[in-house]
T-cell receptor, first 113, second 112 residues
């Protein structure tokens, strides 16, 4: 497809389980961003990738959160031992040149019961 | 840390009315961005502002980069039902990379 895709679109899990969220950026986009959007809130920056490396991981809320990117393409955000406060929409964006040109995916809606 | 404030938090307006919303911060930004988010979708960029005092239009949308570089506003003229959504401002800081901070959003409802 032409845009950023994310999977799954919705995920319901039980507290304590691990989840993996996937982002497929636009082909050729070297920059990739993960954000979290809680209900009624703005976007909270989580992590930024330039190529396969992550210059800024400062937004990850805790050590239960990790992300990787391989082949300058797909990225996976992993949340271990999920908590109810992890419930949110997780958005991915990719960019060719600069954050102002980032294109967002539709997000993964995560609900932790 | 850096924080953006957006006002109003929500708006209910009649179709055809003009809308004004703004974004303020205690921090200086190099770039201001305005996004619109429809339900179930990711945000889409509406306008980017790069220079203090800059006034930029995109159809019925007009946005300005405040002179102090700590604020920005967005105006929508002659609102239509498809303007419904959440409008986010975002400030960009130039560090070793572009760091973007999002505001909490303004929810706009248009009554036909």
């Amino acid at each position: 497809g032409a845009g950023v895709s994310q999977s799954p679109s919705n995920k319901v899990t039980e507290k304590g389980k691990d989840v993996e969220l996937r982002c497929d950026p636009i082909s050729g986009h070297t920059a990739l961003y993960w954000y979290r959007q809680s209900l009624g809130q703005g976007l909270e920056f989580l992590i930024y990738f330039q190529g396969n490396s992550a210059p800024d991981k400062s937004g990850l809320p805790s050590d239960r959160f990790s992300a990787e990117r391989t082949g300058e393409s797909v990225s996976t955000l992993t949340i271990q031992r999920t908590q109810q406060e992890d419930s949110a929409v997780y958005l991915c964006a990719s960019s060719l040149s600069g954050v102002e040109t980032q294109y967002f995916g539709p997000g993964t809606r995560l609900l932790v019961l | 840390g850096q924080q953006l404030n957006q006002s109003p938090q929500s708006m209910f307006i009649q179709e055809g009315e003009d809308v004004s919303m703004n974004c303020t911060s205690s921090s200086i930004f190099n770039t201001w961005l305005w996004y619109k988010q429809d339900p179930g979708e990711g945000p889409v960029l509406l306008i980017a502002l790069y220079k203090a005092g800059e006034l930029t239009s995109n159809g019925r949308l007009t946005a300005q980069f405040g002179i102090t570089r700590k604020d920005s506003f967005l105006n929508i003229s002659a609102s239509i039902p498809s303007d419904v959504g959440i409008y986010f401002c975002a400030g960009v800081m130039k560090t070793s990379y572009d760091k973007v901070i999002f505001g909490p959003g303004t929810s706009l409802s248009v009554i036909p």
